[in-house]
């Protein structure tokens, strides 16, 4: 088996695909649920990432308009497109892969040490 190649996108961008996995969301809850998992960032910020996995092609957003005390509020909601899904796929496989390399090594390591008694 040829060895997996490092994913193309990262961590951050691996837990926001995971986000969206199953649900499209809006940009806020989006934010909250990397926020409880200790990723802070700015509005400006997020929103900025969230525009170049749009252009990556791996998200899809698009504007839910509501009226709430007479104002017109927009709220950008955030889809995991086909291509985002098999990005988060690959990127799994390669970490679960990396783990399971790393368990097997360190298991043949422990085998080849002397015991001590």
Do not use: C, N
Not at 27 to 45: D, K
Not at 94 to 104: G, H, I, P, V
């Amino acid at each position: 088996m040829s060895p997996a190649r490092v994913p193309a996108i990262t961590h951050l961008q691996f837990l926001v695909l995971a986000t969206l996995r199953g649900t499209p969301r809006l940009g806020r809850h989006v934010r909250r649920e990397l926020g409880r998992r200790g990723v802070r960032r700015s509005a400006p910020a997020f929103y900025q990432m969230m525009a170049r996995l749009e252009d990556a092609g791996l998200v899809a957003g698009e504007y839910d308009q509501k009226i709430v005390a007479g104002q017109i509020i927009k709220e950008r909601r955030y889809t995991l497109t086909d291509i985002g899904s098999a990005a988060w796929r690959v990127t799994r496989d390669f970490y679960a892969e990396t783990l399971r390399d790393e368990e097997t090594r360190a298991a043949s390591e422990r085998r080849k040490a002397p015991s001590r008694a």
